[in-house]
Protein backbone atom coordinates (compact mmCIF):
# COMPACT_ATOMS: atom_id res chain seq x y z
CA UNK A 1 0.00 0.00 0.00
CA UNK A 2 1.36 3.25 1.09
CA UNK A 3 1.73 6.26 3.47
CA UNK A 4 2.98 9.94 3.60
CA UNK A 5 4.21 12.49 5.62
CA UNK A 6 4.10 16.54 5.37
CA UNK A 7 5.48 19.63 6.85
CA UNK A 8 5.31 23.14 6.47
CA UNK A 9 6.74 25.37 8.98
CA UNK A 10 8.72 28.39 9.41
CA UNK A 11 11.89 26.57 10.40
CA UNK A 12 13.61 23.87 8.89
CA UNK A 13 11.30 20.58 9.53
CA UNK A 14 13.49 18.04 8.06
CA UNK A 15 13.53 16.27 10.99
CA UNK A 16 9.83 16.34 11.35
CA UNK A 17 9.09 14.98 7.55
CA UNK A 18 12.01 12.48 8.19
CA UNK A 19 10.52 11.11 11.45
CA UNK A 20 6.64 11.75 10.02
CA UNK A 21 7.36 9.36 7.07
CA UNK A 22 9.03 6.99 9.03
CA UNK A 23 6.39 6.36 11.24
CA UNK A 24 4.36 5.44 8.23
CA UNK A 25 6.64 2.40 7.38
CA UNK A 26 4.49 -0.17 8.42
CA UNK A 27 2.18 0.50 5.36
CA UNK A 28 4.93 -0.36 2.70
CA UNK A 29 8.55 -1.88 1.81
CA UNK A 30 9.49 -1.11 -1.35
CA UNK A 31 10.31 2.63 -2.06
CA UNK A 32 10.65 5.63 0.51
CA UNK A 33 11.73 8.95 -0.79
CA UNK A 34 11.77 12.39 0.69
CA UNK A 35 11.49 15.89 -1.21
CA UNK A 36 12.25 19.49 0.27
CA UNK A 37 11.72 22.66 -0.47
CA UNK A 38 13.70 26.25 0.98
CA UNK A 39 13.57 29.17 -0.81
CA UNK A 40 17.85 29.99 -1.76
CA UNK A 41 17.71 26.15 -2.28
CA UNK A 42 14.61 25.01 -4.06
CA UNK A 43 13.56 21.48 -4.60
CA UNK A 44 15.76 18.64 -3.41
CA UNK A 45 15.08 14.86 -3.28
CA UNK A 46 16.15 11.68 -2.26
CA UNK A 47 14.77 8.40 -3.34
CA UNK A 48 15.94 4.90 -1.90
CA UNK A 49 14.92 1.29 -2.27
CA UNK A 50 13.94 0.20 1.39
CA UNK A 51 13.42 -3.78 0.63
CA UNK A 52 15.78 -4.72 2.89
CA UNK A 53 17.25 -1.60 4.68
CA UNK A 54 14.56 0.09 6.80
CA UNK A 55 13.45 3.65 5.88
CA UNK A 56 15.20 5.23 8.86
CA UNK A 57 18.64 3.63 7.95
CA UNK A 58 18.48 4.75 4.48
CA UNK A 59 18.11 8.15 4.79
CA UNK A 60 20.13 8.89 7.77
CA UNK A 61 23.25 9.72 5.80
CA UNK A 62 20.84 12.26 3.30
CA UNK A 63 19.85 14.30 6.23
CA UNK A 64 22.90 16.71 6.01
CA UNK A 65 22.27 17.63 2.06
CA UNK A 66 18.02 17.48 2.27
CA UNK A 67 16.23 20.08 4.54
CA UNK A 68 13.97 23.24 4.07
CA UNK A 69 10.72 25.00 5.69
CA UNK A 70 8.14 22.19 3.78
CA UNK A 71 8.99 18.68 2.81
CA UNK A 72 6.99 15.41 1.75
CA UNK A 73 8.12 12.39 2.73
CA UNK A 74 6.44 8.69 1.34
CA UNK A 75 6.43 4.96 1.77
CA UNK A 76 5.68 3.15 -1.21
CA UNK A 77 4.84 -0.94 -2.19
CA UNK A 78 4.86 0.47 -5.91
CA UNK A 79 6.37 3.76 -7.63
CA UNK A 80 9.60 5.72 -6.74
CA UNK A 81 7.93 8.66 -5.11
CA UNK A 82 7.70 11.88 -4.45
CA UNK A 83 8.12 12.41 -8.14
CA UNK A 84 9.70 16.24 -9.07
CA UNK A 85 7.04 17.12 -11.64
CA UNK A 86 7.65 20.40 -14.08
CA UNK A 87 4.48 21.42 -16.09
CA UNK A 88 2.49 24.65 -17.37
CA UNK A 89 1.24 24.53 -13.58
CA UNK A 90 4.43 25.19 -12.03
CA UNK A 91 7.02 23.04 -10.24
CA UNK A 92 5.70 20.54 -7.95
CA UNK A 93 6.57 17.19 -5.88
CA UNK A 94 4.11 14.49 -5.95
CA UNK A 95 2.95 11.47 -3.58
CA UNK A 96 -0.11 9.15 -4.07
CA UNK A 97 -1.22 6.32 -2.11
CA UNK A 98 -3.89 3.91 -4.37
CA UNK A 99 -4.45 1.92 -6.86
CA UNK A 100 -5.55 2.76 -10.66
CA UNK A 101 -7.28 0.10 -11.99
CA UNK A 102 -7.83 1.24 -15.59
CA UNK A 103 -4.00 2.90 -15.66
CA UNK A 104 -3.52 1.32 -19.18
CA UNK A 105 -6.54 2.53 -20.38
CA UNK A 106 -5.99 6.07 -19.33
CA UNK A 107 -2.47 5.95 -20.85
CA UNK A 108 -3.64 4.51 -24.15
CA UNK A 109 -6.74 6.65 -24.67
CA UNK A 110 -5.80 9.99 -23.29
CA UNK A 111 -2.22 10.06 -23.96
CA UNK A 112 -1.47 8.24 -27.00
CA UNK A 113 -0.16 10.49 -29.81
CA UNK A 114 3.03 12.46 -30.43
CA UNK A 115 5.00 13.78 -27.80
CA UNK A 116 3.48 11.77 -25.14
CA UNK A 117 5.46 9.61 -22.48
CA UNK A 118 6.35 7.81 -19.28
CA UNK A 119 8.72 6.03 -17.55
CA UNK A 120 8.34 2.51 -17.19
CA UNK A 121 9.09 0.69 -14.33
CA UNK A 122 11.11 -2.16 -14.47
CA UNK A 123 7.54 -4.38 -14.77
CA UNK A 124 7.03 -2.33 -17.51
CA UNK A 125 4.47 -0.68 -16.11
CA UNK A 126 3.72 2.97 -15.80
CA UNK A 127 4.50 4.78 -12.99
CA UNK A 128 1.43 5.63 -11.14
CA UNK A 129 2.00 8.94 -9.62
CA UNK A 130 3.33 9.72 -12.66
CA UNK A 131 0.14 8.65 -14.54
CA UNK A 132 -1.69 11.30 -11.88
CA UNK A 133 0.73 13.52 -12.16
CA UNK A 134 0.08 14.01 -16.16
CA UNK A 135 -3.81 13.89 -15.58
CA UNK A 136 -3.61 16.42 -12.81
CA UNK A 137 -2.21 18.60 -15.96
CA UNK A 138 -4.58 18.23 -18.25
CA UNK A 139 -6.16 21.11 -16.26
CA UNK A 140 -5.96 24.85 -15.98
CA UNK A 141 -5.04 24.91 -12.01
CA UNK A 142 -4.39 22.04 -9.55
CA UNK A 143 -7.12 21.59 -7.62
CA UNK A 144 -9.25 21.18 -10.46
CA UNK A 145 -6.71 18.73 -11.62
CA UNK A 146 -6.25 16.81 -8.66
CA UNK A 147 -10.38 16.43 -8.59
CA UNK A 148 -9.75 15.39 -12.46
CA UNK A 149 -7.67 13.03 -11.72
CA UNK A 150 -9.75 11.42 -8.88
CA UNK A 151 -12.70 11.14 -10.68
CA UNK A 152 -11.38 9.24 -13.93
CA UNK A 153 -9.29 7.02 -12.01
CA UNK A 154 -10.93 3.65 -11.03
CA UNK A 155 -9.91 2.44 -8.00
CA UNK A 156 -8.14 5.44 -5.23
CA UNK A 157 -6.29 8.02 -5.21
CA UNK A 158 -5.36 9.34 -1.67
CA UNK A 159 -2.74 12.58 -2.85
CA UNK A 160 0.02 14.91 -1.46
CA UNK A 161 1.14 17.73 -3.73
CA UNK A 162 4.07 20.05 -2.89
CA UNK A 163 4.93 23.58 -4.06
CA UNK A 164 6.91 26.35 -3.20
CA UNK A 165 3.71 27.97 -1.79
CA UNK A 166 2.82 24.88 0.57
CA UNK A 167 1.35 21.52 0.57
CA UNK A 168 -2.06 20.21 -1.17
CA UNK A 169 -3.93 17.35 0.58
CA UNK A 170 -6.42 15.74 -1.01
CA UNK A 171 -8.09 12.68 0.13
CA UNK A 172 -9.22 10.06 -2.33
CA UNK A 173 -12.89 10.83 -3.46
CA UNK A 174 -14.59 8.12 -1.24
CA UNK A 175 -11.98 8.81 1.72
CA UNK A 176 -10.90 4.77 1.75
CA UNK A 177 -7.90 6.21 3.51
CA UNK A 178 -7.66 8.95 6.16
CA UNK A 179 -5.37 12.58 6.31
CA UNK A 180 -4.99 14.36 9.55
CA UNK A 181 -3.73 17.66 9.61
CA UNK A 182 -1.98 18.56 12.91
CA UNK A 183 -1.14 21.75 14.77
CA UNK A 184 2.39 23.25 16.74
CA UNK A 185 3.77 26.44 17.09
CA UNK A 186 5.91 26.59 14.70
CA UNK A 187 3.78 25.13 11.95
CA UNK A 188 1.48 22.31 10.29
CA UNK A 189 1.55 18.74 9.49
CA UNK A 190 -0.52 16.47 7.25
CA UNK A 191 -0.40 12.79 7.30
CA UNK A 192 -2.15 9.36 7.34
CA UNK A 193 -1.44 8.05 10.94
CA UNK A 194 -2.25 10.20 13.86
CA UNK A 195 0.07 9.20 15.91
CA UNK A 196 2.63 10.46 13.66
CA UNK A 197 1.65 13.97 14.60
CA UNK A 198 1.17 13.33 18.52
CA UNK A 199 5.07 12.13 18.60
CA UNK A 200 6.37 14.84 16.49
CA UNK A 201 4.61 17.39 18.94
CA UNK A 202 1.40 18.51 16.82
CA UNK A 203 -2.09 18.30 18.02
CA UNK A 204 -4.72 16.80 15.54
CA UNK A 205 -6.75 19.38 14.69
CA UNK A 206 -8.42 18.47 11.71
CA UNK A 207 -9.59 15.61 9.74
CA UNK A 208 -9.95 16.14 5.75
CA UNK A 209 -13.47 14.63 4.62
CA UNK A 210 -14.02 11.78 1.53
CA UNK A 211 -12.84 14.04 -1.47
CA UNK A 212 -11.74 17.15 0.16
CA UNK A 213 -8.56 18.95 -0.89
CA UNK A 214 -7.01 21.46 1.71
CA UNK A 215 -3.55 23.76 1.43
CA UNK A 216 -1.55 23.92 4.26
CA UNK A 217 0.97 26.77 5.21
CA UNK A 218 3.25 27.45 8.09
CA UNK A 219 0.11 29.87 8.92
CA UNK A 220 -2.66 27.77 8.88
CA UNK A 221 -5.26 25.46 6.47
CA UNK A 222 -7.42 26.50 3.48
CA UNK A 223 -9.88 24.18 2.23
CA UNK A 224 -9.74 23.82 -1.71
CA UNK A 225 -12.19 21.76 -2.27
CA UNK A 226 -15.42 21.20 0.06
CA UNK A 227 -15.64 17.12 0.93
CA UNK A 228 -18.63 14.81 -0.52
CA UNK A 229 -21.33 13.23 1.50
CA UNK A 230 -20.53 9.41 0.09
CA UNK A 231 -17.16 7.78 2.46
CA UNK A 232 -16.20 4.33 1.78
CA UNK A 233 -12.87 3.79 4.37
CA UNK A 234 -11.45 0.65 4.45
CA UNK A 235 -12.30 -1.52 7.48
CA UNK A 236 -8.78 -3.28 7.61
CA UNK A 237 -7.32 -0.04 8.73
CA UNK A 238 -8.53 -1.33 12.11
CA UNK A 239 -7.76 -4.82 11.26
CA UNK A 240 -4.83 -4.83 10.58
CA UNK A 241 -2.44 -2.34 8.43
CA UNK A 242 -3.77 0.98 11.04
CA UNK A 243 -0.93 1.65 13.77
CA UNK A 244 -2.74 0.66 16.97
CA UNK A 245 -2.08 4.02 18.31
CA UNK A 246 -4.04 5.60 15.35
CA UNK A 247 -7.50 7.06 15.14
CA UNK A 248 -9.76 7.21 12.11
CA UNK A 249 -13.01 8.86 11.98
CA UNK A 250 -12.04 9.34 16.03
CA UNK A 251 -11.90 5.22 16.43
CA UNK A 252 -8.87 4.24 18.29
CA UNK A 253 -7.44 0.70 16.30
CA UNK A 254 -5.81 -0.46 19.63
CA UNK A 255 -9.60 -0.06 21.02
CA UNK A 256 -11.44 -1.52 18.08
CA UNK A 257 -9.25 -4.48 17.54
CA UNK A 258 -10.01 -5.50 21.70
CA UNK A 259 -13.63 -4.56 21.29
CA UNK A 260 -13.54 -6.88 17.88
CA UNK A 261 -12.09 -9.89 19.97
CA UNK A 262 -14.58 -9.42 22.49
CA UNK A 263 -17.84 -9.60 20.03
CA UNK A 264 -16.39 -12.52 18.65
CA UNK A 265 -16.41 -14.56 21.75
CA UNK A 266 -19.66 -13.00 22.68
CA UNK A 267 -21.16 -14.43 19.37
CA UNK A 268 -18.95 -17.80 19.81
CA UNK A 269 -20.55 -18.68 24.01
CA UNK A 270 -23.95 -17.67 22.69
CA UNK A 271 -24.06 -20.30 20.03
CA UNK A 272 -21.63 -22.85 21.94
CA UNK A 273 -18.94 -23.20 19.79
CA UNK A 274 -16.10 -21.73 22.33
CA UNK A 275 -13.47 -24.67 22.91
CA UNK A 276 -11.91 -25.68 26.04
CA UNK A 277 -8.54 -24.19 25.32
CA UNK A 278 -5.47 -23.50 28.19
CA UNK A 279 -4.87 -20.43 26.57
CA UNK A 280 -5.71 -17.77 24.17
CA UNK A 281 -2.94 -15.76 22.09
CA UNK A 282 -2.91 -13.57 19.45
CA UNK A 283 -0.62 -14.20 15.83
CA UNK A 284 1.74 -11.43 16.46
CA UNK A 285 1.75 -8.75 16.01
CA UNK A 286 -2.11 -6.79 15.22
CA UNK A 287 -3.71 -10.32 16.15
CA UNK A 288 -2.58 -9.71 19.95
CA UNK A 289 -5.15 -7.30 20.33
CA UNK A 290 -8.18 -9.29 19.41
CA UNK A 291 -7.09 -11.92 21.09
CA UNK A 292 -6.72 -9.35 24.52
CA UNK A 293 -10.56 -8.86 23.78
CA UNK A 294 -11.34 -12.80 23.42
CA UNK A 295 -9.61 -13.57 26.15
CA UNK A 296 -11.45 -10.99 28.67
CA UNK A 297 -14.20 -11.77 27.20
CA UNK A 298 -14.15 -15.62 28.01
CA UNK A 299 -12.22 -15.25 31.00
CA UNK A 300 -9.57 -17.46 29.46
CA UNK A 301 -5.81 -17.29 30.07
CA UNK A 302 -3.82 -15.20 27.51
CA UNK A 303 -0.36 -16.15 26.83
CA UNK A 304 2.26 -15.25 24.15
CA UNK A 305 3.63 -19.41 23.26
CA UNK A 306 5.50 -17.83 20.53
CA UNK A 307 7.28 -14.75 20.15
CA UNK A 308 7.92 -12.73 16.86
CA UNK A 309 12.09 -12.05 16.54
CA UNK A 310 11.64 -8.35 15.47
CA UNK A 311 15.47 -6.91 15.95
CA UNK A 312 16.76 -8.17 12.40
CA UNK A 313 13.15 -8.82 10.92
CA UNK A 314 11.17 -5.73 12.03
CA UNK A 315 8.88 -5.31 9.33
CA UNK A 316 6.06 -8.19 8.65
CA UNK A 317 5.79 -7.36 4.45
CA UNK A 318 9.08 -8.17 3.81
CA UNK A 319 10.40 -10.09 1.52
CA UNK A 320 8.16 -9.83 -1.27
CA UNK A 321 8.82 -13.49 -2.77
CA UNK A 322 6.13 -15.51 -1.50
CA UNK A 323 9.05 -18.17 -0.69
CA UNK A 324 11.19 -16.36 1.01
CA UNK A 325 8.74 -14.64 2.88
CA UNK A 326 7.41 -17.60 4.01
CA UNK A 327 10.69 -18.85 5.95
CA UNK A 328 11.27 -15.58 7.32
CA UNK A 329 8.02 -15.57 8.87
CA UNK A 330 9.40 -19.24 10.34
CA UNK A 331 12.79 -17.75 11.39
CA UNK A 332 10.84 -14.92 13.07
CA UNK A 333 8.60 -17.06 15.24
CA UNK A 334 10.43 -18.34 18.92
CA UNK A 335 8.37 -20.77 20.62
CA UNK A 336 7.89 -20.38 24.53
CA UNK A 337 7.93 -24.62 25.02
CA UNK A 338 6.22 -24.03 28.33
CA UNK A 339 3.35 -22.51 27.20
CA UNK A 340 3.22 -25.05 23.97
CA UNK A 341 4.06 -28.71 24.89
CA UNK A 342 0.67 -30.32 25.64
CA UNK A 343 -1.30 -27.31 25.70
CA UNK A 344 -4.72 -26.90 23.80
CA UNK A 345 -4.38 -23.22 22.36
CA UNK A 346 -7.08 -21.46 21.00
CA UNK A 347 -5.02 -18.43 18.43
CA UNK A 348 -6.69 -15.25 16.86
CA UNK A 349 -5.07 -13.67 13.94
CA UNK A 350 -6.48 -10.16 12.10
CA UNK A 351 -7.15 -11.92 8.97
CA UNK A 352 -6.70 -15.11 6.75
CA UNK A 353 -5.93 -14.18 3.48
CA UNK A 354 -4.16 -17.17 1.72
CA UNK A 355 -3.26 -18.82 4.50
CA UNK A 356 0.23 -20.11 3.69
CA UNK A 357 2.12 -18.11 6.65
CA UNK A 358 -0.73 -19.90 8.72
CA UNK A 359 -0.36 -23.08 8.11
CA UNK A 360 3.63 -23.01 8.53
CA UNK A 361 2.74 -21.26 11.94
CA UNK A 362 0.46 -23.97 12.68
CA UNK A 363 2.69 -26.75 11.69
CA UNK A 364 5.86 -24.99 14.18
CA UNK A 365 2.81 -25.19 16.83
CA UNK A 366 2.45 -29.07 16.65
CA UNK A 367 5.94 -29.66 15.70
CA UNK A 368 6.66 -27.76 19.32
CA UNK A 369 4.04 -30.27 21.26
CA UNK A 370 0.95 -28.39 21.04
CA UNK A 371 -1.93 -30.98 21.66
CA UNK A 372 -4.44 -28.88 19.83
CA UNK A 373 -4.57 -25.53 18.11
CA UNK A 374 -7.38 -23.82 17.29
CA UNK A 375 -8.04 -20.87 14.91
CA UNK A 376 -10.07 -17.67 14.88
CA UNK A 377 -9.96 -14.84 12.42
CA UNK A 378 -10.71 -11.30 13.39
CA UNK A 379 -12.93 -10.84 10.17
CA UNK A 380 -14.85 -12.55 8.12
CA UNK A 381 -13.57 -14.88 5.16
CA UNK A 382 -12.28 -12.80 2.59
CA UNK A 383 -13.96 -13.22 -0.81
CA UNK A 384 -12.54 -10.79 -3.00
CA UNK A 385 -9.35 -9.26 -4.02
CA UNK A 386 -9.02 -5.64 -2.85
CA UNK A 387 -10.06 -3.69 -6.06
CA UNK A 388 -9.00 -0.11 -4.18
CA UNK A 389 -5.55 -0.37 -1.78
CA UNK A 390 -2.84 -2.69 -2.18
CA UNK A 391 -4.59 -5.49 0.83
CA UNK A 392 -5.63 -8.96 -0.15
CA UNK A 393 -4.31 -7.83 -3.98
CA UNK A 394 -4.10 -10.78 -6.06
CA UNK A 395 -3.73 -12.36 -9.52
CA UNK A 396 -6.63 -14.30 -9.57
CA UNK A 397 -9.02 -14.34 -6.38
CA UNK A 398 -8.97 -18.17 -6.35
CA UNK A 399 -5.15 -17.46 -4.35
CA UNK A 400 -7.99 -16.65 -1.44
CA UNK A 401 -8.03 -19.44 0.56
CA UNK A 402 -11.78 -19.33 0.73
CA UNK A 403 -12.39 -18.95 -2.68
CA UNK A 404 -9.76 -21.86 -3.13
CA UNK A 405 -11.48 -24.29 -0.84
CA UNK A 406 -15.30 -22.96 -2.43
CA UNK A 407 -14.09 -24.59 -5.96
CA UNK A 408 -12.62 -27.64 -4.53
CA UNK A 409 -16.15 -28.51 -2.98
CA UNK A 410 -18.44 -27.33 -5.67
CA UNK A 411 -16.78 -26.37 -8.37
CA UNK A 412 -17.88 -23.24 -10.35
CA UNK A 413 -21.43 -23.63 -9.08
CA UNK A 414 -20.14 -23.05 -5.45
CA UNK A 415 -18.97 -19.47 -6.78
CA UNK A 416 -22.44 -18.47 -7.24
CA UNK A 417 -23.37 -18.80 -3.62
CA UNK A 418 -19.99 -16.94 -1.99
CA UNK A 419 -22.72 -14.90 0.18
CA UNK A 420 -24.10 -18.62 1.78
CA UNK A 421 -20.52 -19.58 2.10
CA UNK A 422 -19.08 -16.89 4.12
CA UNK A 423 -21.99 -17.16 7.25
CA UNK A 424 -21.05 -20.05 9.33
CA UNK A 425 -24.20 -21.04 10.33
CA UNK A 426 -25.39 -22.50 6.44
CA UNK A 427 -24.32 -25.59 5.41
CA UNK A 428 -21.50 -24.65 2.82
CA UNK A 429 -20.53 -22.09 5.08
CA UNK A 430 -19.68 -24.82 7.78
CA UNK A 431 -18.70 -27.26 4.74
CA UNK A 432 -16.12 -24.61 3.99
CA UNK A 433 -14.67 -23.92 7.67
CA UNK A 434 -14.14 -28.03 7.85
CA UNK A 435 -12.72 -28.03 4.63
CA UNK A 436 -10.17 -25.19 5.67
CA UNK A 437 -9.95 -27.31 9.06
CA UNK A 438 -8.61 -30.39 7.43
CA UNK A 439 -6.52 -28.65 5.24
CA UNK A 440 -4.72 -26.19 7.04
CA UNK A 441 -4.48 -28.79 10.12
CA UNK A 442 -7.15 -26.20 12.64
CA UNK A 443 -9.06 -28.46 15.37
CA UNK A 444 -11.43 -25.86 14.73
CA UNK A 445 -11.76 -22.71 12.86
CA UNK A 446 -14.20 -19.29 12.88
CA UNK A 447 -14.73 -16.21 11.44
CA UNK A 448 -15.83 -12.83 13.09
CA UNK A 449 -18.71 -11.91 11.52
CA UNK A 450 -19.14 -8.89 9.03
CA UNK A 451 -22.04 -7.95 11.80
CA UNK A 452 -20.08 -7.84 14.72
CA UNK A 453 -16.89 -6.38 13.32
CA UNK A 454 -18.87 -3.42 12.18
CA UNK A 455 -19.78 -3.30 15.81
CA UNK A 456 -16.89 -3.15 16.72
CA UNK A 457 -15.47 -0.25 14.30
CA UNK A 458 -18.88 1.67 15.53
CA UNK A 459 -20.00 3.34 11.95
CA UNK A 460 -22.20 3.30 10.15
CA UNK A 461 -22.31 0.74 7.48
CA UNK A 462 -22.64 2.78 4.56
CA UNK A 463 -19.45 4.17 5.44
CA UNK A 464 -17.11 1.86 5.67
CA UNK A 465 -15.43 -0.20 2.43
CA UNK A 466 -16.38 -4.42 3.19
CA UNK A 467 -15.84 -5.01 -0.47
CA UNK A 468 -13.09 -8.01 0.62
CA UNK A 469 -16.38 -9.80 2.16
CA UNK A 470 -19.13 -8.70 0.57
CA UNK A 471 -17.72 -7.98 -3.20
CA UNK A 472 -20.39 -4.75 -3.18
CA UNK A 473 -19.12 -1.32 -3.95
Known amino acids: MGGFFGAVSRKNCKYDVFFGTDYHSHLGTKRGGMTFYEEDRGFQRQIHNIENTPFRTKFESDLGKLGGTSGIGCISDTDPQPLLVRSHLGLFALATVGIINNAEELVEKTFNGPGNQFMAMSSGKVNSTELTAALINRCSNLVDGIRYAQQIIDGSSTI?????DGIIAARDRLGRLPIVIGQKEDGYCACMESFACLKLGYKPCYNLGPGEIVKITADGYEQLSAPGEK??????????????NSNYEGINVEVMRCNNGRIMAREEQRNGTMPDVDYVAGVPDSGVPHAIGYSNETHSTFARPFIKYTPTWARSFTPSNQEIRNLVAEMKQIPVPELIEGKKL????DSIVRGTQLRETVDFLYKSGAKEVHMRSACPPIM??????NFSRSNSEMELIARKTIQKLEGDEGQNHIEEYADGNTPRGKAMRNAICQEMGFDSLGYQSLDG????IGLDRDQVCTYCWTGKE
Do not use: H, Q, S
Open 160 to 164: LLMTK
Open 453 to 456: LLEA
Open 231 to 244: MRICAFLWTYYGYP
Open 384 to 389: YGCKFL
Open 346 to 349: LLVD
